[in-house]
C-alpha cells in the first residue's frame, strides 16, 4: 500500500521585513510614477513586475544618466555613501530604504577599518550589497572561498564581516581558514549574518530532520539567499529543486517521492508561495 505524500512548509519562509518595507515604500501611493528604483529592489520577478505595473520605473546602476524622475530609491541592499552623494549632486530627491541589517553590516565594517583592521568581507564580489559595503572602505579584500584567499597575503590584522544572506557553516570554514593563513597574526570576526536568513537556514535544518525526500525552494534565479537554501538541502544529498513559479514545477520530479519540503528565500511573496503550495498539492494527488 502507498503511504500519503506529505507536505511540510518550512516554519521561516518568504519575504523578510527588510524587503517587505522597501516594497511598501515603492508602493505608497505618494510616489505613483514618480520614483525611479536604482538596482534591483527585490530578486524577485514577480514583484518587480508589479512595481512596474504601479508605474515605478528601475534602472541599472549604471544607467542613472537615463532616470526621468526627482525621485530616486535606494533599494534594501544598501549603496555607499559615495553612490548616494553621487546622486543628490545630480539633484536627485534620495529615500533611502537601505534594511537596517544592512546599515549594520556597513557601520560594522566601517568600525573595523577605524580600529586599524584589515576589514574583509565574505561573499559575492559583484553583489550589489557587498559593492556598497566596499564602497565605504580605503581598502578591503572580498573572500568568497578559500581560492580567494591569496587576497590576505601581506595582512597581519583581519577584521571580518559577511555577507547578509551568507550560510553560516561556510563562513565559519572561511574564518578558520583566515586564521590560519601565512601572516595572519590576529583575527576578529563579527557575524553579520541577518536574524530572517539564519531562520530560514535553520528552518531548513527541521525540515531535513523530517526527512523530506523532496525540496522545492522558491526565489529570483539570481537571489542568493534562495540559492543557500536549496545549497542546504542538495548538501545533504536530498534532491532539490529552485523555482521562481508555480508553472516551473515538473510533476516528474514527484514520483515516487513521500514527503516535499517548502521553502522560499528572504524576497518571495506570500501569493507565490500559494500558488507553488496548490499546484504541488496538485500534482501530488492531495488536491
Ligand atoms: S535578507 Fe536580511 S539583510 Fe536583507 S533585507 Fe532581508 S532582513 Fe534585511
Excluded at 545630480?90 to 529615500?95: I, L, R
Excluded at 540559492?227 to 516528474?252: M, N, V
Aim: proline share 3%.
Amino acid at each position: 500500500m502507498n503511504l500519503p505524500v506529505r507536505i511540510t512548509l518550512a516554519q521561516a519562509m518568504g519575504t523578510c521585513f527588510g524587503v517587505q518595507d522597501a516594497i511598501d515604500m515603492a508602493l505608497d501611493p505618494e510616489f505613483k510614477d514618480r520614483l525611479t528604483i536604482v538596482g534591483q529592489l527585490v530578486h524577485n520577478p514577480q514583484t518587480t513586475q508589479r512595481l512596474r505595473d504601479n508605474g515605478v520605473r528601475i534602472v541599472e546602476r549604471d544607467q542613472v544618466d537615463s532616470i526621468t524622475t526627482e525621485a530616486v530609491m535606494i533599494t534594501a541592499h544598501g549603496a555607499s555613501d559615495t553612490t548616494k552623494a553621487d546622486l543628490r549632486a545630480k539633484g536627485f530627491t534620495v529615500y533611502d530604504a537601505t534594511c537596517p541589517l544592512v546599515i549594520r553590516l556597513h557601520k560594522l565594517a566601517r568600525f573595523l577599518e577605524r580600529e586599524g583592521w584589515f576589514p574583509v568581507v565574505i561573499g559575492e564580489e559583484n553583489h550589489v550589497e557587498v559593492r556598497g559595503v566596499l564602497g565605504n572602505l580605503k581598502r578591503a579584500a572580498v573572500i568568497r572561498d578559500e581560492k580567494d584567499l591569496s587576497r590576505l597575503d601581506g595582512e597581519s590584522r583581519i577584521g571580518i564581516v559577511t555577507q547578509t544572506t551568507n550560510r553560516l557553516e561556510k563562513v565559519q570554514k572561511l574564518v578558520a581558514a583566515i586564521r590560519n593563513h601565512p601572516g595572519v597574526n590576529e583575527v576578529r570576526f563579527i557575524d553579520t549574518i541577518c536574524q530572517p536568513v539564519k531562520d530560514r537556514q535553520r528552518a531548513i535544518g527541521t525540515l531535513l530532520d523530517q526527512d523530506i525526500d523532496l525540496g522545492v525552494v522558491i526565489g529570483g534565479f539570481t537571489s542568493a539567499n534562495t540559492r543557500k537554501l536549496a545549497e542546504l538541502i542538495l548538501d545533504r544529498g536530498i534532491e532539490a529543486h529552485h523555482i521562481e513559479r508555480a508553472e516551473d514545477l515538473d510533476p516528474a520530479w514527484f514520483a515516487g517521492k513521500t514527503h516535499i519540503g517548502i521553502t522560499a528565500g528572504t524576497s518571495t511573496p506570500q501569493d507565490v508561495i500559494e500558488a507553488v503550495n496548490d499546484r504541488v498539492r496538485k500534482i501530488v494527488g492531495l488536491a
